[in-house]
């Protein structure tokens, strides 16, 4: 096993991966069942054909800049796993941030009813649900392949009893009133992909990564559904931050606010409707 690790952490080394002793290890844990830890107390162990090949198999893969949580088939996030592949976006640690806000501004309230625009995988959508154990979560998506991944991601997380999917675009006919609309919006300007690391430019899906003016749609169409002095929150690209917070002072919503993702960038913006 050691010397196996060791060889495919230098084909992805060579492949440009960014942590590629750390992907081998999760996928050779993954191949064999166990965990990380697990590895490093079997170095010694030597594998059967059929896991050697099938190991090799996903380390060619993730050699091709394919994304980890695309070729392990899930990704964590929060207290959650989900299902991930090329239907969605893989959940990200500043959506992370994103949550928490949510949880923040719906937590005086017991039973909050919440709407999130563009379910993707389901990680907002469910992860609120699993920590404000009041809350109840429409959540819209226009791709029916994401609607089908979180779909998946709710069963797994017994969680339908509380979370709605609803297949359409934007607010999907969703006229409210919730105290609390959450969005990670496409917001990557089309001119930018290309210079993104391959695992984004090549394989996660272009509709949900590259920017048409959903931000701003949102943005104007999301105060008319809240509740008086419900929450709108949003994850905006870096740099952003500014120019969303000063379109939703514009448009009439109040306590605006600019919060940090776990890397310290502004990247979080919420404000919320007159009370």
């Known amino acids: 096993m050691r010397e196996l690790l060791s060889s495919a952490a230098d084909e992805l080394a060579r492949a440009g991966c960014p942590s ?7 996928l050779l844990a993954q191949v064999l069942g166990v965990t990380r830890t697990d590895l490093h107390a079997n170095g010694d162990k ?8 099938r190991f090799r198999e996903l380390v060619a893969r993730r050699a091709r800049r394919e994304p980890l949580a695309y ?9 959650l796993t989900l299902q991930v592949d090329p239907r969605v976006l893989v959940p990200r640690p500043e959506t992370e941030a994103l949550v928490e806000r949510c949880l923040e501004l719906i937590s005086e309230l017991a039973e909050p009813r919440v709407l999130d625009v563009g379910v993707g995988s389901g990680a907002i959508a469910l992860a609120l649900a ?10 819209t998506d226009n ?15 017994g969680l ?4 709605e999917l609803v297949e359409g675009e934007l607010f999907a006919g969703q006229q409210g009133p919730f105290d609390l609309i959450v969005s990670n919006p496409p917001y990557v300007e089309a001119d930018e ?8 430019a090549r394989y996660e899906p272009r509709a949900a990564l590259v920017s048409t003016g959903v931000t701003e749609a949102i943005i104007g169409d999301a105060r008319g559904r809240l509740a008086p002095g419900g929450a709108l929150a949003l994850e905006t690209a870096d740099g952003r931050s500014g120019a969303v917070a000063e379109l939703l002072g514009r448009l009439g919503y109040e306590e605006v606010s600019i919060g940090q993702d776990l890397a310290g960038r502004e990247r979080i913006v919420d404000g919320r409707a007159p009370r």
Request: charged share 40%.
């Open 46 to 53: 030597a594998l059967e054909p059929r896991e050697e090949r």
């Open 193 to 200: 992909l290309d210079g993104l690391e391959p695992e984004v």
């Open 130 to 139: 699993d920590e404000h154990p009041g809350a109840f979560v429409v959540a």
């Open 20 to 26: 590629p002793r750390v992907d081998a290890e999760w």
């Open 143 to 157: 791709s029916e392949g994401a609607l089908a991944v979180a779909a998946e991601n709710r069963m797994r997380a």
């Open 71 to 79: 070729v392990l088939g899930e990704w964590g996030f929060r207290r």
């Open 160 to 163: 339908d009893e509380r979370v």
